[in-house]
């Protein structure tokens, strides 16, 4: 398998943990030191364990949990043990408010780590439109 579609198909193992909301086995597919950025947040979360905590507070709060997420207009690019990943995703959640279907754009930066490509960074924003 050549890089560009070792890093699909990383990709693809975190979105569909992600949209069986497999909390570890998304976590997993993400290097302890990742950073994330989320359109609901006001800061950076500056680990993997910041993102874990997050999470538990999105349940604590709201009883957040993901239904489902579907992901199109995927690219890749490589640059050695680097690699993008953007796409665009339609994803259900649902909370206490009720079921939310919601549309953003994202990228993932990946990191090749001992043939392993596991993501660092998340970028997440509304679609906008």
């Not at 579609?5 to 909301?21: E, Y």
């Not at 959640?93 to 043939?115: A, C, K, M, P, Y």
Request: aromatic share 10%.
């Amino acid at each position: 398998m050549d890089d560009k579609q070792a890093v699909l198909a990383a990709a693809a193992a975190l979105i569909a943990a992600f949209a069986a909301n497999d909390r570890p086995r998304y976590f997993a597919a993400f290097a302890p030191e990742a950073t994330f950025i989320f359109p609901n947040l006001n800061r950076v979360l500056t680990s993997r364990a910041d993102y874990e905590e997050e999470w538990e507070k999105w349940i604590r709060d709201v009883d957040f949990t993901v239904i489902d997420c579907v992901s199109t207009q995927q690219h890749v690019a490589v640059y050695g043990d680097v690699g993008i990943f953007t796409h665009q995703t339609s994803t259900q959640t649902v909370t206490t408010d009720g079921e939310q279907t919601l549309h953003e754009r994202e990228t993932i930066i990946f990191h090749r780590v001992g043939g392993e490509w596991l993501g660092v960074h998340e970028h997440l924003s509304p679609l906008p439109g």
